[in-house]
């Protein structure tokens, strides 16, 4: 044989070798389902880099299409975002056994405040504002996106927004996290200090359910962390495709 053909046969056996690598790893990465929050745009994830399977809007939630989709994977990895994050939640304590890493962004378990109970959560007077807020701007400069970043929120059909405003004023998964039983998958929890919606105290109670979680408190910020924070969303996504592909 000459050297060349032998050459030429070793690099199609090295790019054959290379190429099941891909194919293995690729069988081993769990898809990435992002869940998106109350009233928001899909615009709220272009700064993000990581590869998303799908993103599922606050309608899709409402109609039950991430049970769905989660129930027909082996395992999952979640990212939710505000409304997103509590249905993140929600899933997990419904599929523990699925979670192969939840990315909890301005996440809460319950998303209104309780007095009789001291839970810090979303005052009733705050949640009209967000409903009168978004319906006469459409989300246009809501919360004070800085200029030149996506507009995060996107108002939408009345009907659609008295939906989610229900499902946030009901929304309580406190207790079935509590008693779900999770395999340690890897958790990461973003929380601005000064969000108004989203209270800082409900990143201490999220380390009380997940002890492994890497929790990440953001200074300066509002609400809408996924355009404020986008590189660490991602760095958060990669560590949890990491851990699932190891295994």
């Not at 989660?70 to 990895?77: F, S, V």
Request: with cysteine.
């Amino acid at each position: 044989m000459a050297d060349g053909d032998y050459e030429r046969g070793r690099t199609r056996e090295i790019g054959a070798i290379a190429a099941e690598l891909r194919r293995l790893s690729a069988a081993r990465r769990p898809p990435v389902f992002v869940l998106n929050g109350w009233a928001a745009s899909p615009h709220a994830w272009d700064l993000c880099r990581f590869r998303r399977t799908r993103l599922f809007s606050y309608v899709d939630q409402l109609d039950g299409l991430p049970e769905k989709a989660l129930a027909n994977e082996e395992r999952c990895i979640l990212v939710g975002w505000s409304m997103g994050g509590s249905a993140a939640l929600r899933l997990a304590a419904r599929w523990p056994e699925k979670i192969a890493g939840l990315v909890l962004v301005a996440a809460t378990p319950r998303m209104m405040e309780e007095k009789e109970t001291g839970w810090r959560g979303m005052s009733p007077r705050r949640l009209e504002a967000l409903r009168y807020g978004l319906v006469m701007t459409r989300g246009e400069g809501f919360f004070g996106v800085p200029e030149g970043k996506p507009n995060p929120y996107l108002a939408d059909e009345p009907a659609n927004l008295e939906r989610g405003l229900s499902y946030l004023l009901e929304t309580d998964v406190r207790s079935v996290l509590e008693q779900a039983v999770f395999d340690a998958p890897p958790v990461h929890v973003f929380q601005s200090e000064h969000d108004g919606i989203v209270r800082p105290e409900n990143a201490a109670w999220l380390k009380t359910v997940f002890p492994q979680a890497a929790v990440t408190m953001v200074p300066g910020t509002e609400h809408a962390l996924p355009i404020f924070i986008p590189e660490k969303i991602d760095d958060a996504v990669d560590a949890c495709l990491a851990v699932a592909q190891k295994g």
